[in-house]
């Protein structure tokens, strides 16, 4: 009888069940349930919808139970840099405030007041991004000091969801170190930089690697859901799980997780936190083996995401119309097949300028952007969709010109896994772009590399290799050149 193990994975705009299993050397995968992650306006802020998410968490594992497909264990990842504040009960204190909140703006320069930019990066090894959890935590500092007063816990999204399954508190590894707060050689808390800075001490605790056991479901999740199952940690940020799910040993390969961003850089035993780095604003998060992902974080395809929605006519929030609903609905290959007809139009973007985090009309936000930087605005839906998508193929061909330089390695390939890898166009004007092949799959790379850990702890692969060599012959991966 197959033994199964369930990877939760929560995306910015989606989260799925998917089962695992091993069977006949073969890596199977079973989606059992899929639910919407929604972004809502209150009290002033873009918040999560986290009812709406635990309820998604708890209709899932029932649907484990219809399936007759019950899991040994249960692991959770999320998006990073998020977190919720716990009061003595353990409840809530506040809302579990989204990255893409405006509450950040400006915190930037208070905080280097504190502790200078180059410092903070010589000691924790990230990038520079606006709404990392060091920014949030100050913001909210100035906004509502009680609320960080009153706090007895601060647990990132999936540490969150983890403990409503359980009743255990457990701060994981991965994500902890997307807060700008971890100490990149030691590996755990700068608790130097966390008095400088005047946050609460008492809200960071003992830092707990991918592999380790958080607890067995609770006896009220128990009598709901209808089984017992025990919840481990996977790499919680969900790009930690997606690059373990990269089937190929070579180094001198750059991996891309493509989804809502797009995560590009290679695996480093140790991380580099040089001024060439920084300057390049790129980042050494923590993955599990203690494996750090040296990488460059780019807006990915929230941009074509956020376009679609327009076009059709959807809400971006809550209450936010788009001007530009067309009354068709439009698909992904649809679009694809809109900028193939405009290929000859060649305006670029910077994908990662701030204008395109959290625009109420991201069609506006890229006309704007021509025309402040003198290029040719845009008009048609298919010359959109070209500048968009020459501009991240030419992001993806300057970031692995960024890491090449640096790390000295001479870079043969790149492996894009995540669902972003079924965007064929995408790999075609990537390979075209930077002149390497492109080898893409698997699309649940993220929900796979969660898999990955659970099934280690369990005794099924003896290792990350081992993993990788199954994933290599159990998924179809494609090449482009």
């Known amino acids: 009888m197959n033994k199964y193990y369930l990877a939760i994975d929560i995306g910015a705009s989606s989260g799925r069940h998917i ?78 405030v989204a990255y893409r909140d405006s509450r950040t703006e400006g915190i930037e320069k208070e905080v280097f007041e504190i502790i200078p930019e180059k410092e903070l990066y010589e000691r924790t090894g990230i990038q520079k991004q606006p709404f990392n959890t060091i920014y949030q935590l100050f913001a909210l500092k100035k906004e509502s000091p009680s609320e960080l007063e009153n706090a007895k816990s601060l647990l990132m999204i999936p540490d969150y969801f983890n403990y409503k399954l359980t009743g255990v508190k457990k701060q994981e590894y991965t994500n902890a170190t997307s807060t700008n707060l971890v100490d990149a050689s030691e590996k755990k808390w700068d608790m130097e930089l966390i008095k400088r800075l005047g946050f609460p001490e008492k809200l960071f605790g003992e830092l707990s690697v ?9 006896k009220e999740i128990c009598e709901e859901v209808g089984f017992s199952s025990k919840v481990i940690l996977p790499a919680t940020h969900d790009t930690g799980s997606a690059f373990l799910a990269v089937p190929t ?71 936010v119309k788009s ?86 390695k001479q870079i043969t390939s790149v492996h894009v896994i995540g669902g972003g890898c079924q965007d064929a166009y995408l790999n075609e004007l990537t390979a075209k772009a930077t002149g390497l092949p492109v080898i893409a799959g698997p699309i649940e790379g993220t929900a796979v590399g969660n898999l990955v850990i659970q099934m280690i702890e369990a005794g099924i692969f003896k290792d990350l290799a081992e993993a990788r060599n199954c994933i290599f012959e159990s998924f179809d991966i494609k090449r482009f050149e």
Not at 30 to 42: A, M, P, S, T, Y
Not at 292 to 317: A, C, D, H
Not at 356 to 362: D, H, K, R, Y
Request: proline share 3%.
């Open 323 to 408: 001007r530009y609903a067309t009354g068709r609905t439009y698909s992904f290959p649809d679009l694809i097949e809109e900028a193939r007809r405009s290929e000859d139009f060649e305006p670029f973007i910077d994908v990662n300028d701030e204008a395109f985090l959290s625009p109420v009309s991201m069609i506006d936000a890229i006309k704007e952007h021509c025309r402040v930087n003198g290029r040719p605005e845009p008009q048609a839906i298919g010359e959109i969709m070209q500048t968009v998508y020459r501009s991240l193929a030419k992001s993806y061909e300057e970031a692995i010109g960024e890491i090449s330089e640096i790390t000295g």
């Open 249 to 319: 040993k070579d180094e001198s390969s750059v991996f891309l997780s493509s989804g809502t961003w797009s995560l590009l850089g290679i695996e480093n035993e140790t991380p580099i936190t040089s001024d060439k780095a920084r300057e390049n604003n790129l980042t050494n998060e923590g993955g599990a083996f203690y494996r750090y992902r040296f990488l460059k974080n780019i807006m990915g395809l929230w941009i074509i995401q956020s376009i679609r929605r327009e076009l059709n006519g959807t809400e971006y929030v809550e209450g």
């Open 210 to 218: 991918p592999g380790t056991v958080v607890g067995e479901f609770s």
């Open 19 to 96: 089962i695992g299993w091993v069977e006949n050397g073969m890596m199977k995968l079973k989606e059992v349930h899929r639910f919407e992650n929604r972004q809502l306006h209150k009290n002033g802020h873009l918040v999560w919808d986290m009812d709406n998410l635990w309820n998604g968490i708890l209709d899932g594992l029932k649907a484990c139970k219809q399936e007759g497909m019950i899991p040994e264990t249960v692991g959770i990842d999320t998006w990073a840099v998020d977190y919720v504040l716990l009061d003595k009960n353990g409840d809530m204190i506040g809302d579990a």
